[in-house]
Each structure stands twice: as structure tokens, then as C-alpha cells.
């Protein structure tokens, strides 16, 4: 039996707060439709407090793709805050408010500079008041995984009290570690379902030390049933968890996770290119699933062994993400076999024995020149050869 993970995308507020990635409305909503089509269970659609725009497109999100997926928008622990949210989102049929407050002492003691039971029944208080405009409240304990594990359980546990119904665990500032975070998830978990058992508990995870996926997937192990992600990672600093990677990270070691989601894979790659086109913000050539990179292969060895069986270098068939299918890139490294497949997948034939090493021969010295050689390359190359002949 597996676990069925629901995942929440904050693309459109964690994401969309990073400098130079700005979307008008329009954009975010082409961009909500395709999350849509993705089959993400929460779409995070802004913070409608911080601007006018923000609320008129958390509200345009609500009204255009809220029939099928939940929205949801983050507050501050204050009324104002909490009134914008329900504003712009309840006539989605699932809407929910997030409010969040930090637990970790330098929270309390340096942002808010009031002591720790006062911030506590600020939670208390902001989480009843969003009760009494809709039943699900989601609350995130900002900074969770660098806060004192007993105040943390203690606003947990007054939270709940008070009606909460999801709660987000976060790793604000990318501090945690795999092994250490998925314990900190075990330990609140035990004590949740003891508390409450129809509550659920989530991670929101960012990447400063490169470990967010890693956080995440450490967290789902110890209990969490839902996630927090965007897109390409898009997020302050060093980026929030990548929503694709940890999506086929379950997929792929299904056995070992035990895990399902609802989202659709092969819209990951569209989704991706979308961001992009949409932010102008590019993700690096080798990033996981979503690079350009991420299913080119270039090694001679490794691209004769793939044409024997793909299983040899591929944990996953590309077309499960959206791409096309695995890319062999020609280079002076490439070897023989990749070569003839190469020619011959473009119609051509590769002659006899002689004339195949000519071809190659051709090939390598062009391959030292360049340091990719494209299908048009390979045109030339036998055409060229067969006018000499
Ligand atoms: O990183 C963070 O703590 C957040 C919260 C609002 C969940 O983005
Ligand atoms: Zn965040």
C-alpha cells in the first residue's frame, strides 16, 4: 500500500518574491493553468497582503483554476493579513489559510522581541480568528529547524488546540541536515497523531546547503504527508525544494519510499519551460530533471552501452518527464556505435566497413574542431563524402 503525498507548490509567492522573477497577472495565470495540468493538490498563489497586484492576482488564481485545485495564500500572524487571504480565495471550492510565525529563539527575540508566550498566543489567536472564516487553517512555524524542540512542540500543540489543521514544518534558512530533519519530522509526527491524528503535518524545505530535495525526502520517510516545493527550485537565496525532483525521486524508488503522488510527470518538463519562459530566469545546463542536460549523454562508453539497453546508464525513461526521448550528443569522445546510430537515424546509409571508417575518421577530426556535432554537421559530413566519391 502506498502513502499518497499531497503536494503544495509555492512557485507563485515563495518563488515568485526572488529578484528578477516577477510575473504580472497575466503570466501567473497562464502559469497556475499549467500547475493545473500538472496536478499539483495546492497551488500557493501569492501573499495578498504585500500588494494590491499580489491580491487581484491571488484572487484571479482563485476564481480561474480554484474549481480543481486548492489554493491557498500566506498571512502574517495578523488580522489584516489573515482578512486579505480570505478575501482573495474563498470562492475557490477548497481554499485554505497559511499563517505563518517564527519559533526559533532569534525569531522572538530579535524580530519580534517579546517573549515567547506572547508570540504563542499570537499564533493562538491569529489561528482561531482565520477558524471563524474558514474550517482548514495550515500554520507554519517559521524557522522550525532551528527553534528549541520543546517551545516548538508547545505552539504546535496550542495550534492544534486552537484548530489547526495542517502543520508546516520549515527549514527557512536551508539550515538542516538529511538525517537530523527527518528525525525532528519522527519526533513531532509520534506526538501528533497522539494529539491529533487527522491532522497533517508538511515540510517546507530551502536549499542554502544544497539540501532541500534531500530534506524533503528524509521527512516524507519519517512521516510528513505533505510537501511544500517550486518549480526549477525558484526561491529566495539558494531556492526552495525542487518540486521535480523530489516528485521523481518518489516515482523512481517507489519501492524504497513507498510513496505516490497525484502530479502528472510528463507535464514537468513544460511546466518547467514555462518558468522560464515566463521569469527569463534559466536553470543550469546539468540541473536534475529539468536541465538541458538532464537526459544527454556524451561519453563514448556510456552511449554504446545505452544503445545496447537503455537500463545501462537510465534510471528513468525521459518520456516520463515530458522530454522527448534520451539525447546523444556527439563529441570527439563519442564512439563508433553512437556514431553510426547517429547517420543512420537520419536516413543515411554508412556504407561498408571501409567507407563507415572514412566516415568516422571524417567525423573525429571534426569532432576535435567543435565540441558538439550537430545533425547538420553529420549532413555535411556524408554528403561531402559521397561527392568525393
Ligand atoms: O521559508 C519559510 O519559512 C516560508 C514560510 C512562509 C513557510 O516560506
Ligand atoms: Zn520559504
Known amino acids: 500500500m502506498t502513502r499518497n503525498i499531497i503536494v503544495l507548490d509555492t512557485t507563485l509567492r515563495d518563488g515568485e518574491q526572488v529578484p528578477g522573477a516577477k510575473m504580472n497577472v497575466y503570466q501567473k495565470l497562464e502559469f497556475a493553468q499549467q500547475l ?14 504585500s500588494s494590491a497586484g499580489d491580491f ?18 500566506l498571512a502574517r500572524a495578523v488580522k489584516a493579513d489573515i482578512d486579505a487571504v480570505y478575501e482573495s480565495i474563498k470562492l475557490a471550492q477548497d481554499p485554505f489559510i497559511h499563517i505563518v510565525l517564527g519559533t526559533s529563539n532569534v525569531h522572538v527575540e530579535k524580530k519580534f522581541n517579546r517573549s515567547k508566550d506572547a508570540v504563542l498566543q499570537m499564533g493562538v489567536d491569529a489561528v482561531k480568528y482565520a477558524k471563524t472564516l474558514l474550517p482548514q487553517v495550515q500554520y507554519s512555524t517559521e524557522d522550525a529547524s532551528r527553534s528549541d524542540f520543546e517551545y516548538l512542540w508547545r505552539t504546535i500543540e496550542a495550534v492544534v488546540k486552537a484548530g489547526a489543521t495542517i502543520i508546516n514544518i520549515p527549514d527557512t534558512v536551508g539550515y538542516a541536515v538529511p538525517e537530523e530533519f527527518g528525525e525532528l519530522i519522527r519526533k513531532i509526527n509520534e506526538r501528533l497523531k497522539n494529539l491529533n491524528d487527522k491532522v ?35 526561491g529566495e537565496r539558494a531556492g526552495n525544494t525542487s518540486l521535480e525532483e523530489v516528485i521523481m525521486a518518489l516515482k523512481v524508488r517507489e519501492n524504497f519510499y513507498q510513496c505516490s503522488t497525484r502530479v502528472e510527470t510528463k507535464e514537468l ?46 534510471i528513468m525513461d525521459p518520456r516520463d518527464v515530458g522530454a522527448e526521448s534520451m539525447e546523444l550528443v556527439l563529441t570527439a569522445r563519442s564512439g563508433r556505435h553512437a ?30 574542431l567543435k565540441k558538439e556535432v550537430y545533425d ?14
Open 56 to 73: 487581484h492576482s491571488v484572487q484571479q488564481i482563485a476564481r480561474t483554476v480554484g474549481d480543481s485545485v486548492s489554493i491557498t495564500a
Open 376 to 389: 547538420h554537421d553529420l549532413f555535411y559530413l556524408v554528403n561531402g563524402e559521397r561527392e568525393q566519391a
Open 269 to 314: 518538463i513544460r511546466t518547467a519551460r514555462l518558468l522560464t519562459y515566463l521569469t527569463g530566469l534559466d536553470v543550469q545546463v546539468n540541473k536534475a530533471i529539468t536541465g538541458d542536460n538532464a537526459f544527454a549523454h556524451s561519453s563514448g562508453i556510456h552511449q554504446d552501452g545505452l544503445l545496447k539497453d537503455r537500463n545501462v546508464y537510465e
Open 200 to 234: 497533517v503535518l508538511s515540510v517546507h524545505c530551502h536549499n542554502d546547503l544544497g539540501l532541500a530535495t534531500a530534506n524533503t525526502l528524509s521527512a516524507i520517510k519519517n512521516g510528513a504527508d505533505k510537501i511544500e516545493c517550486t518549480i526549477n527550485g525558484l
Open 339 to 368: 556514431f553510426r546510430h547517429a547517420v543512420e537515424k537520419l536516413g543515411f546509409e554508412t556504407g561498408d566497413s571501409e567507407q563507415f571508417e572514412a566516415l568516422f575518421q571524417k567525423f573525429l577530426a571534426l569532432a576535435d
Open 36 to 49: 493545473k495540468r500538472l496536478h499539483v493538490d495546492i497551488i500557493e498563489a501569492g501573499f495578498p497582503a
